[in-house]
């Protein structure tokens, strides 16, 4: 176990669009950074190849000696027993033994594997809004929906690394197909993507700057206009269900939403506290609260290193048993 | 910690109907059992009277003396952290200070309180068809639908002792008003009196026996009844969603339902695995295995009794700490 203070964890955050890396310490700042676009639309061996530049590149710092754990945060489906990784918008990777590549890149470093939504809870329990509670859900609502557990005081990641998945719960069992194959989906109805879909199918069109993204929609909601505050009351009552369902099944005090579509604020935040009295109603459930995320785009990086940590025993985060996180973890080769 | 083979726990098991009892070994047997009607329209009193005749009869036995803990599964809602119930179907008990009220009769003894649907749970985990899981979700499908949850190979019943609840989570944001005042809950489609009343509305009838429950209801589609097998398919694609929500949310490997609904047999089953298929699509949820449950009518003893073991260390169940079971835990005043 290493407690010394001048510990640094390597971190990775992979995207579909950019692959950010950053030595953290211990006190969960990110001390060297380093960052390529994702070649998603390349081969496999290309996408690995940026990766591999974004480890030399802090390999080659001076604090680099200090790295005692490598953590990546990965766009999903993950694989965190086998240490694979899947990721949706990058095609070239099925499979990929992401784990294993990296591994043996660092020499001997222990390396751990979450999904980006188990990643951002990491960060949010570790440093943000969630932090000291027992029991939470994180989410980031944005193109897609994700999440992450807080359960006993420590990340629930589940066997394979996936656990929180809160997108793709149905909340609406006779409701539109979503892109994952089931329907009514949490992610279906209250993605950006959705909530901008819906807005312009019902009339609504976008102001003179043209956006005619969600966040479009939600400057127009502000400003009153009924169709854009329907929209966004609809993803609010999926969100609501969402977090009430996540609260009554396995009980949690708080639920914290980051992401691009929680910028909308008092749009999406007023319905949906207000939708969650309607679906979180049992004594346990009913006193769950609701808050922003605190941690913006280093929450990824940040919470790959907690998870790493935690699986490490560093840094007092974990017992190292793998109990903490439920990230797999390989030992260097 | 208490590993003699010898050592027993003492085991309540309450609900609407009856207030069961039993001194349960390590093997999990029930060695000496006790029972009287619950006087659920009488007054909180009147009620823990009938609790105390359970807990005396078992205390005038000559195994008595080898009892380590008491264990309590209860009607919800339950709140182990302050030892209260406020059973639904028991309107004389509203914040009941039941694991005091025990306590002082047991003389020193732990109490140990979880919810009705974590104790089955831990009976499936313990003895039954979730014997060797780590990830687990356990339901009784009856006149409503409980639950419970075991994560990581430990029963996850959080800080109130009411995690699992997972007939009232919502599978249907706009559907029908549910007893509990959300709507489209998993109950409120797929338990017993649902399944008849969807059938009746529908125009089924009786047969010869008049039997207008579910279990008619199961006769009828077993003979091929329209309506009938009709009704069936409603409750099972809201059971789907509500299991492929939980593997979705927290990793489960399969899903034991027992309860007297799950004694319609293929006629639910069957559908459910197949409604599953549309539901649990992401990688990691899309293996969640359905099995019926193996412990009848003595799971609720069965269970409060390892819950209770499990919080005491006794039978190399749980570390004692609390963490095991998340259930409240009182010594004896």
Same mark, same amino acid.
């Given at each position: 176990?290493?407690?010394?203070?001048?510990?640094?964890?390597?971190?990775?955050?992979?995207?579909?669009?950019?692959?950010?890396?950053?030595?953290?310490?211990?006190?969960?700042? *990110?001390?060297?950074?380093?960052?390529?676009?994702? *070649?998603?639309? @390349?081969?496999?061996?290309?996408? /690995?190849?940026?990766?591999?530049?974004?480890? $030399?590149?802090?390999?080659?710092?001076?604090?680099?000696?200090?790295?005692?754990?490598?953590?990546?945060?990965?766009?999903?489906?993950?694989?965190?027993?086998?240490?694979?990784?899947?990721?949706? =918008?990058?095609?070239?990777?099925?499979?990929?033994?992401?784990?294993?590549?990296?591994? %043996?890149?660092?020499?001997?470093?222990?390396?751990?594997?979450?999904? $980006?939504?188990?990643? /951002?809870?990491?960060?949010?329990?570790?440093?943000?809004?969630?932090?000291?509670?027992?029991?939470?859900?994180?989410?980031?609502?944005?193109?897609?929906?994700?999440?992450?557990?807080?359960?006993?005081?420590?990340? %629930?990641?589940? *066997?394979?690394? =996936?656990?929180?998945?809160?997108?793709?719960?149905?909340?609406?069992?006779?409701?539109?197909?979503?892109?994952?194959?089931?329907?009514?989906?949490? @992610?279906?109805?209250?993605?950006? *993507?959705?909530?901008?879909?819906?807005?312009? @199918?019902?009339?609504? %069109?976008?102001?003179?700057?043209?956006?005619?993204?969600?966040?479009?929609?939600?400057?127009?909601?502000?400003?009153?206009?009924?169709?854009?505050?329907?929209?966004?009351?609809?993803?609010? %009552?999926?969100?609501?269900?969402?977090?009430?369902?996540?609260?009554?099944?396995?009980?949690?005090?708080?639920?914290?939403?980051?992401?691009?579509?929680?910028?909308?604020?008092?749009?999406?935040?007023?319905?949906?506290? @207000?939708?969650?009295?309607?679906?979180?109603?049992?004594?346990?459930?009913?006193?769950?609260?609701?808050?922003?995320?605190?941690?913006?785009?280093?929450?990824?990086?940040?919470?790959?290193?907690?998870?790493?940590?935690?699986?490490?025993?560093?840094?007092?985060?974990?017992?190292?048993?793998?109990?903490?996180?439920?990230?797999?973890?390989?030992?260097?080769?």
């Amino acid at each position: 176990m290493h407690t010394d203070s001048g510990d640094l964890v390597a971190a990775l955050d992979i995207g579909g669009t950019k692959i950010a890396g950053a030595l953290v310490d211990g006190a969960g700042r *990110p001390r060297v950074r380093a960052r390529r676009p994702t *070649p998603a639309r @390349e081969d496999g061996a290309t996408v /690995m190849a940026a990766v591999a530049a974004v480890l $030399d590149e802090l390999a080659r710092t001076g604090e680099w000696p200090l790295v005692r754990a490598v953590g990546i945060g990965s766009a999903g489906p993950v694989d965190a027993s086998a240490g694979t990784v899947s990721p949706v =918008n990058v095609p070239g990777w099925r499979g990929f033994p992401l784990v294993a590549e990296v591994a %043996r890149r660092v020499g001997g470093l222990p390396v751990t594997l979450v999904g $980006d939504g188990v990643a /951002m809870t990491a960060a949010e329990h570790w440093q943000g809004a969630a932090r000291g509670r027992a029991d939470a859900l994180c989410m980031v609502v944005s193109t897609g929906v994700g999440g992450g557990l807080v359960l006993g005081g420590r990340l %629930r990641s589940g *066997p394979t690394g =996936n656990a929180g998945h809160i997108g793709h719960i149905s909340v609406d069992l006779d409701g539109e197909p979503c892109a994952c194959g089931s329907r009514g989906c949490v @992610e279906r109805i209250a993605s950006g *993507p959705n909530i901008a879909r819906r807005a312009l @199918e019902a009339g609504w %069109r976008p102001g003179s700057d043209g956006d005619r993204s969600a966040a479009g929609v939600a400057a127009a909601a502000r400003a009153g206009d009924p169709v854009a505050l329907a929209s966004f009351d609809r993803a609010a %009552r999926a969100l609501a269900a969402g977090i009430a369902a996540t609260a009554t099944l396995v009980e949690i005090e708080v639920a914290v939403i980051g992401g691009g579509v929680a910028e909308a604020g008092d749009v999406l935040f007023g319905p949906l506290r @207000e939708h969650l009295r309607d679906y979180a109603v049992l004594s346990f459930a009913s006193g769950v609260e609701v808050l922003p995320a605190r941690l913006g785009s280093d929450a990824g990086v940040v919470g790959a290193a907690a998870a790493a940590a935690a699986e490490a025993g560093l840094w007092g985060l974990g017992s190292g048993t793998g109990e903490g996180t439920g990230g797999g973890t390989a030992s260097g080769m």
